[in-house]
């Protein structure tokens, strides 16, 4: 593959127009738009996650897994500010990236699993990796001992140096949530509150706040009343009462001011809507979204600039992105049209969610995420969705597809 794999396929055709929103900003600004713009990739893969190192630099990790393959790639792509290329990534069996986060010395940790065959994934190890200096690493989890059946899907860290830590979450095949911690160069499992017998949860997503030290993570629960929220202030992990029913928690992110945000998902009438609360004077209290489209949607990730600027990303109903962000009305529906490839009509695509946002600041954010392609014969493969934030000047009907 070159080191350059961006590009716009001739197939490529539009089913709508994007939808311009204005985020508002100072009194006096350039005329123009913030958009969501969508970056064609020449390969079939799977994105699950971005980190945002600079407003030129980001990493996107998920996995690559060819028609009828058995085996899929793990993949990372980076963002240079010119176009995306590929990081090579160190293979054990097949490997999916499901989760990523960077720590303050700019070290990227990845976090999924391995499995010996994408056609019977049940014997599921957790994997992590380590991107310093350009290059991927597998961290060995043998201090772990026995981890068969686990599968991880968020990863926050906190502190640098001597005093970084690492915190993966996930869960097994049994339905069991699961925390473990590197710290002072060392892996172990991390305690969790008890939960009914017989119950089964997960642990999707992890969160760490520097302006209050504090960690959360969230998940579901079996019919459970407001899913899983976990908190540590640093004297281990309780569980956290959750503010709706029926919930199931996918993410989870702290703001510019350490106040921590939820996202998930509820079933209301026949239909999926997401959901984002925040805590204010110790009460959880939902944040409306403003819709611009009709139907349901969902949501899958949730992520914070230092200053407070969020975006809530996942999906919507039949097969579309959902984007949400903060604006002076607060929050706002940012209706985008995504690009797919011409395929035959006894072929489906279906999903097309977004499962990861990064944002570096008001007007630099990247989103990911992939739609599955299937044909009647049972082969299947993976749609990329790469979208960044860019700035359009008022007049401009279409923005410039990066040179490759």
């Not at 985020?23 to 958009?35: H, M, Q, T």
């Not at 079939?44 to 058995?70: C, D, H, M, R, Y």
């Not at 991927?136 to 001992?145: C, K, N, R, V």
């Not at 969790?192 to 760490?208: F, H, K, S």
């Amino acid at each position: 593959m070159s080191a350059r794999i961006l590009r716009r396929s001739p197939r490529l055709r539009t089913a709508s127009l994007i939808l311009i929103a204005a985020i508002a900003g100072c009194s006096e600004k350039p005329a123009g738009d913030l958009v969501w713009k969508q970056d064609l990739l020449g390969i079939k893969t799977a994105l699950n996650a971005v980190v945002a190192l600079s407003p030129s630099e980001a990493i996107a990790v998920g996995q690559a897994l060819p028609e009828f393959a058995l085996q899929a790639r793990p993949l990372s792509l980076r963002w240079s500010g010119s176009g995306w290329s590929e990081i090579p990534v160190p293979q054990i069996r097949s490997t999916a990236l499901l989760g990523a986060a960077a720590d303050q010395d700019r070290t990227v940790w990845a976090v999924g699993r391995h499995v010996a065959t994408e056609a019977e994934p049940s014997d599921a190890v957790p994997v992590v990796y380590r991107l310093s200096d350009g290059a991927w690493t597998s961290q060995a989890l043998d201090e772990l001992g026995p981890r068969t059946g686990v599968t991880l899907t968020g990863v926050a860290t906190s502190g640098s140096g001597a005093a970084l830590e690492v915190r993966a979450v996930g869960d097994s095949v049994l339905e069991v949530g699961r925390v473990f911690r590197f710290a002072a160069g060392h892996w172990s499992a991390m305690p969790v509150p008890d939960r009914p017998p017989g119950v089964g949860w997960t642990l999707r997503a992890i969160a760490y706040s520097r302006a209050t030290a504090t960690w959360y993570a969230v998940g579901r629960e079996q019919g459970a009343e407001g899913g899983v929220i976990l908190i540590d202030r640093g004297a281990g992990w309780g569980t956290v009462a959750g503010p709706a029913t029926g919930v199931e928690w996918t993410a989870v992110a702290f703001d510019g001011r350490g106040i921590p945000h939820i996202a998930g998902n509820r079933v209301a009438g026949g239909s999926t809507q997401g959901v984002v609360y925040r805590m204010r004077l110790g009460r959880w209290t939902e944040v409306p979204i403003s819709r611009r489209t009709a139907g349901g949607f969902h949501l899958l990730a949730l992520g914070f600039d230092a200053e407070g600027n969020g975006w809530a990303v996942g999906g919507r109903d039949p097969s579309g992105p959902f984007f949400a962000g903060t604006s002076p009305r607060g929050w706002v529906e940012f209706s985008v049209e995504a690009e797919v490839e011409e395929h035959p009509e006894t072929e489906e695509v279906a999903e097309g969610d977004m499962t990861g946002i990064a944002v570096h600041g008001r007007t630099v954010a990247f989103a990911v995420g992939s739609a599955q392609e299937a044909d009647p014969e049972g082969g299947s493969e993976f749609q990329p969705r790469v979208f960044r934030l860019v700035f359009r000047p008022a007049g401009e009907t279409d923005l410039p597809t990066a040179p490759h």
